[in-house]
């Protein structure tokens, strides 16, 4: 199985939204103030792969993960409940 955002369903059972993800993620980071390259290098990530989550084009689970590892926020910021 092939994970994507297609895959993800909040607690209350409604589907995820890429741009839901997409915005909270560019949220969290201008919130910390890091820079898109300076979350990649926090996070080990490529600037381009950060670039495609905030743009909603990316929702991997362990890039989410380490994002908010970075970012020092639960995943669950990223994810309506």
Avoid at 34 to 43: F, R
């Amino acid at each position: 199985m092939t994970i994507s955002i297609n895959n993800f369903a909040s607690a209350n059972g409604t589907q995820l939204s890429p741009q839901h993800i997409a915005a909270a993620v560019a949220e969290a980071r201008r919130a910390v103030g890091y820079s898109i390259e300076e979350l990649a290098i926090t996070t080990g990530l490529v600037g381009d792969e950060i670039v495609r989550i905030e743009n909603g084009m990316d929702a991997d689970p362990a890039k989410l993960r380490r994002i908010a590892a970075a970012l020092q926020v639960p995943v669950s910021k990223f994810l309506p409940v």
